[in-house]
């Protein structure tokens, strides 16, 4: 899209909400590209993830952060909480995305550095093709009398109905400025970064109950050749047990996990990928500063 005069425009459109509400899937669709993992299980983000959007006459940064969690037992929770109170100071437009079935977040103490941040800001009601009319009517006008939203939309992230409307609307929004990165990034984050995800995704994907939440991946090595990339990542557990179910029987289930990953990733660098995991017990990896700092958190 061009916009109607020559003024270049740039600007942090930062997105917030639960878990599980599509953050992950609207950046995705607005990029037309899958930075972020997705899966159907809730505090899958756990990073605050850029996702630059150029063109000539504008640079969209698009912020996708972790799900705002009242729990913060653990000392990575009150980190990804932190990313999502860092978007309230470095947005220049605020997204709100909620699902109409959910009143969390009208209700947190979040309610309070919504209303007070003087920014253009949109309500984004998603899943609306779950919800009935009178249900998705019914959680707008709430949030209505709480917040002044400079517009509000009703969407189906995963289905793409409805996002095609919000562009324009924020592109609108965006303050008169220079690019704050270069036209050709799409990210501020590095191929590493992205490799450890696409992992962590399988596992997700491939496990159940505690395991995914209990998980870190690191990379340990990445060596890029000409015609092949040489991965060795480790999987970080809280607990012994964990580490038997992510192996399996025979090593069938770390095998698996390892088929998935691997084609994954070769779709996202272009090229073959020679990749190998280990796994790691170390207790209670969540509470642990050194490590969560070593993780990016």
Not at 226 to 240: C, G, L, S
Not at 243 to 253: D, N, R, V
Request: net charge negative; proline share 4%; with cysteine.
């Amino acid at each position: 899209m061009k916009l109607n005069n020559e003024e270049h425009r740039s600007g942090y459109v930062n997105i917030i909400g639960l878990p599980n509400v599509g953050k992950s899937t609207l950046m995705n669709f607005l990029l037309e590209d899958k930075l972020s993992i997705v899966t159907h299980k809730p505090q899958t983000t756990r990073h605050r993830i850029l996702g630059i959007l150029s063109g000539d006459d504008y640079q969209m940064i698009l912020s996708d952060v972790p799900g705002y969690v009242e729990d913060e037992s653990y000392s990575m929770h009150r980190k990804m909480n932190a990313y999502v109170s860092e978007s309230f100071q470095d947005a220049d437009v605020l997204m709100v995305m909620i699902e109409p079935g959910d009143r969390q977040l009208l209700e947190s103490d979040l309610i309070d550095k919504i209303t007070g941040i003087e920014i253009p800001k949109f309500l984004v009601v998603n899943k609306i093709d779950k919800y009935k009319e009178e249900d998705v009517d019914k959680v707008i006008n709430d949030w209505k009398e709480k917040v002044d939203f400079k517009a509000v939309f009703a969407i189906s992230a995963l289905q793409g109905k409805g996002v095609e409307d919000l562009f324009p609307d924020l592109l609108e929004a965006l303050p008169p400025g220079p690019a704050y990165f270069p036209k050709d990034q799409i990210s501020n984050k590095d191929v590493r970064f992205f490799v450890s995800e696409m992992i962590r995704e399988q596992i997700f994907l491939q496990f159940r109950q505690e395991i995914p939440y209990s998980c870190q991946v690191d990379i340990e090595s990445y060596k890029e050749l000409e015609d092949i990339h040489h991965i060795e990542a480790m999987i970080y557990v809280n607990r012994k047990t964990q580490k038997s179910i992510l192996i399996g029987k025979g090593g069938e289930s770390i095998k698996n996990l390892g088929i998935a990953s691997r084609k994954r990733i070769e779709e996202f660098v272009g090229k073959k990928v020679f990749l190998k995991l280990h796994i790691k017990v170390r207790e209670k990896w969540r509470d642990n500063d050194n490590l969560l700092e070593r993780f990016g958190y």
